[in-house]
């Protein structure tokens, strides 16, 4: 682990057993899993915001609490700030989820709807016990508020959820962590449930707590247009595994994987003078994954497919600095744009 490295995640895998029928608990078939999170590994530095995109069911939200230990890793390792998540006990999980907090995709069901919006932000400091006195909680409640765009802080306080909109409400969830001043936190589809109206608002708000408070973030999505829009790098996943990661403007300018360029040439060119070349994605992604691979797993729906994808499963490759691309024909000209 680098010294700017807030997290390291290396092989980390998250399988969760299929349930079977009698048949086949008669039968002497072993047990099957869903290779929901399969043998992923990426760093993110101090500060800056990593975006993760693919489609539903590509592993996504499991990955993603899989990080914080909201569910157990099947295995794998897991740093933050060089301290070994994946060891550490239920006591000392409770003072690293300081560091590392998560926002969710539902605002609404993710607030206590019986508590006002500062009796849920006192409660995360006391839990954390961040504060020394009753006084020092209301003007951190308040600044917290200010800093989330809640004003006035007093007004806002005391609503309930249920009196908020949507937007407001994904910024009581912002709120909550924001007030810890954690090192990185994981926001899981955090706009995809709010009015298209403001969107915008909670981008911006996401995108402040890197540049003013030095939070990284692990930005999981999929709509590529909203990960360009805030993050720094972007790995693209597909069935539990990442086949591309890079900075965001090379993924976009020159996307080599050709799930990738897919899911690009998809995406709506903001510049209408930039000219994109259309490639369709052949057949459909499978909802679960639990044979073992022996071949690429884009080969069923892959235009540029030859003999070898369909018998080895090709890994990440450095195709120039710091872009990475699971593809047998990465270095292939023709899929360079
Ligand atoms: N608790 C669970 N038990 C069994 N399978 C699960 C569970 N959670 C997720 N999965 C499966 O894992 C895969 C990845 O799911 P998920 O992480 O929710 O993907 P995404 O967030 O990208 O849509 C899917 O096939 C999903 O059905
Ligand atoms: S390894 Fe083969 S099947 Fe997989 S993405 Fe590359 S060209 Fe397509
Ligand atoms: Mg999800």
Do not use: W
Not at 88 to 107: A, C, E, G, H, T
Not at 157 to 186: D, M, N, T
Not at 251 to 275: F, G, M, Q, W
Not at 299 to 309: G, V
């Amino acid at each position: 682990m680098t010294k700017s490295e807030v997290l390291r995640v290396e092989n980390l895998k998250k399988y969760f057993p299929v349930k079977k029928g009698l048949a086949t608990l008669i039968s002497s078939r072993k047990m099957e899993y869903v290779r929901a999170v399969d043998d992923v590994s990426f760093s993110v530095p101090g500060g800056k915001n990593l975006g993760f995109v693919g489609e539903s069911g590509c592993g996504k939200t499991t990955m993603g609490r899989a990080i914080l230990r909201l569910v157990e890793p099947t295995s794998g390792k897991i740093y933050c700030e060089g301290t070994d998540v994946t060891s550490l006990n239920k006591k000392q999980l409770k003072s690293q989820r300081r560091k590392m907090q998560m926002i969710f995709q539902d605002p609404h069901g993710s607030l206590n709807p019986r508590r006002t919006v500062s009796e849920i932000l006192r409660q995360t400091v006391r839990i954390h016990e961040l504060a020394s006195s009753k006084a020092e909680e209301d003007s951190m409640i308040k600044d917290t508020l200010e800093e989330v765009g809640l004003a006035p802080a007093e007004e806002f306080g005391k609503r309930y959820p249920i009196l908020l909109s949507g937007g407001q409400r994904q910024r009581v969830g912002v709120a909550r962590v924001l007030i810890l001043r954690p090192k990185l936190v994981v926001a899981d589809e955090p706009i995809s449930m709010l009015d298209v109206s403001v969107r915008i608002g909670v981008l911006e708000l996401l995108l402040r707590m890197r540049d003013e408070f030095g939070i990284s973030l692990v930005y999981i999505t999929h709509d590529l247009a909203t990960a360009r829009y805030i993050c720094d790098r972007i790995a693209i996943m597909y069935l539990g595994k990442v086949v591309e990661i890079g900075p965001t403007e090379v993924i976009y300018s020159k996307p080599i994987h050709p799930y990738t360029r897919a899911l690009i040439s998809a995406v709506p060119v903001p510049d209408p003078t930039v000219k994109m070349e259309e490639i369709p994605i052949k057949g459909y992604v499978p909802v679960s994954v639990t044979d073992a691979f022996s071949s690429c797993r884009f080969y069923p729906r892959c235009l540029y497919a030859e003999e070898k994808c369909g018998k080895e499963e090709p890994s990440l490759v450095e195709v120039e600095p710091d872009h990475y691309v699971a593809c047998f024909r990465a270095k292939e000209r023709s899929l360079r744009a």
